[in-house]
């Protein structure tokens, strides 16, 4: 149905995709839909333009939620002009449409049609993460300044190089548990069309209850955990002690039981109450050690990133915050397929910078091979067993992050093994080059909503109109009058300088007239 061409007895699934097909069908040949009845199960419409024949009819079919064309006239007189705003060319039809395979959904809410919801992933950005990023995602809020006010939610990963790499943005009413099942739920219809099976994840979050269980529906196979960046942050604000951020950020990095023992005793000894707070945070959604799944060395979430990143955007109108995500993602693909291109490492820079510092430790260690697979490394200062097989070290480092330690680099090298066959594939320049081989396309002309009086009669395209005035959250302040003061004879001020009323000496205007008459 690519060249938009119909015949009689032709079936569509259901009536939203026939819906769909005929809209397209509009758009595509340059004639305007007039719906003259569209429910669940009829569908009558004809050419807008007066006197043109084109008509086209489409019933259910009987216990099936399949659509057919019973009848159809397929001439068009009216020279099919269409006027450059098209009715059938909605917001999310044109994000769609620009950029094929992407998601971009808008609700609506109450009889007259006002926006509550939209939620916008780009193609480009769903397969750079199925295909090149680490299995890492943030997701945060921040609160947008224009009239209608409203929260933009985010999801963001990570590419090879540690780069912030946007999925999915959504606009909501307000941040609430509903909000946020709703947006967890869209990310996952939109991976799920591109993969035939969602790879277990690692979501950050800040922890709201919201989000966890948002995250526990949707993503059952995948792990949370708290951003340590605000964790510590909240610790901070809460009591007021910079070593104990300090001990929890080590704790948090510590690579065995042990350690982390020990810093958290540290922190009840600094402080009780703070040791107390932090029971209601599980070590095993922050703390390395305990931690299910890895996170290949981030603890905190790059939402705080993304939130700068849009800052300057945050007091435009919807549509052109979407605009302005578009070009930036757009420019920001451009430039870093472009940069990539003149890589001649193995690993993106950064992890390649760190294979290059283990391979400089791992010159001084003492290799002793135990079997085919595991090895005593001694170091000056420890010893340490490989098992190359397992891809593990008592140090820990290389399970935590994906890329072999210098322990592990040792052991590789006195076997003649090739140190990169062992790193974390998402580490590799070729998966940074395929986390942005996709574009993302311009999108012509300016996004608006449509005007109500512009909106054509097919409920897939009304329009949208905006959300009413919200108040800003909270009660207003108000000022508290005491009956006993409005009982209370106000007091009468007596300047001691010009014996007049109203004001004090201190404010007594009298000497600076004189002396200006004076003059």
């Not at 946020?180 to 035939?196: G, V, Y």
């Not at 704790?251 to 065995?256: E, I, L, Q, R, S």
């Not at 302040?477 to 209370?488: A, M, S, T, W």
């Amino acid at each position: 149905m690519e060249d938009h061409t119909y015949v009689v007895g032709q079936e569509f699934p259901d009536v939203k995709a026939f819906r769909n097909a005929i809209k397209e069908a509009a758009i595509a040949q340059h004639f305007e839909l007039r719906i003259i009845k569209s429910d669940l199960v009829r569908y009558f419409a004809k050419c807008a333009s007066e006197g043109c024949p084109w008509r086209i009819r489409a019933v259910k079919v009987p216990n099936a939620p399949t659509f057919t064309i019973r009848s159809l006239e397929e001439t068009h007189t009216c020279g099919r002009n269409a006027h450059n705003g098209h009715h059938q060319a909605s917001v999310d039809w044109i994000i769609k449409k620009s950029n094929p395979g992407s998601i971009a959904e808008v609700f609506t809410t109450g009889a007259d049609n006002r926006f509550q919801r939209l939620f916008v992933s780009f193609y480009a950005s769903i397969y750079g993460f199925l295909n090149g990023c680490l299995l890492i995602v943030g997701v945060g809020g921040i609160q947008l300044k224009s009239k209608y006010l409203g929260t933009l939610l985010s999801s963001t990963s990570v590419d090879a190089d540690g780069g912030l790499f946007p999925l999915a943005f959504g606009v909501v009413d307000a941040e609430n548990e509903e909000s946020w099942t709703w947006f967890m739920s869209e990310l996952h219809k939109a991976l799920e069309m591109n993969t035939e099976n969602i790879p277990p994840i690692i979501v950050f979050s800040d922890g709201q209850k919201g989000i966890m269980d948002a995250v526990r529906r949707k993503f059952p196979n995948s792990s949370h955990a708290y951003c340590m960046r605000h964790l510590s942050e909240s610790i901070g604000k809460e009591f007021k002690n910079s070593r104990l951020v300090h001990l929890l950020w080590k704790a948090a990095y510590a690579t065995t039981t042990v350690a982390f023992k020990e810093k958290m005793a540290e922190i009840e000894e600094v402080s009780p109450e703070a040791a107390k707070w932090l029971q209601q945070f599980h070590p095993s959604n922050w703390a390395l050690v305990y931690f299910d799944g890895t996170r290949y060395g981030h603890l905190s979430s790059n939402v705080e990133e993304f939130n700068k990143w849009i800052l300057e955007a945050r007091e435009l109108p919807i549509i052109q915050v979407i605009d302005w995500i578009h070009r930036e993602l757009q420019t920001e693909f451009k430039e870093r397929r472009s940069r990539s291109s003149s890589w001649l490492s193995v690993l993106a820079p950064s992890a390649e910078k760190r294979m290059m510092e283990a391979i400089n430790r791992a010159s001084s260690y003492q290799v002793l091979r135990s079997d085919e697979v595991k090895f005593e490394v001694l170091s000056a200062e420890r010893s340490d067993i490989v098992n190359i097989g397992s891809r593990s070290c008592s140090c820990r480092d290389w399970q935590l992050h994906g890329i072999p330690c210098s322990h592990a680099v040792a052991a590789l090298i006195s076997c003649r093994k090739d140190v990169y066959a062992f790193t974390e594939k998402c580490f590799t320049v070729n998966c940074y080059r395929e986390t942005y081989a996709e574009e993302i396309h311009p999108i012509p002309g300016k996004l608006e909503w449509r005007k109500t009086d512009e909106a054509a009669m097919d409920e897939d395209v009304q329009a949208v109109r905006p959300p009413k005035f919200r108040r800003p959250p909270g009660r207003p302040e108000k000022k508290r009058i005491c009956v006993e003061d409005l009982n209370h004879e106000k007091h009468t001020v007596h300047c001691s300088r010009c014996n007049q009323t109203g004001h004090y000496k201190t404010t007594c205007k009298a000497e600076i007239i004189g002396t200006i008459e004076q003059f």
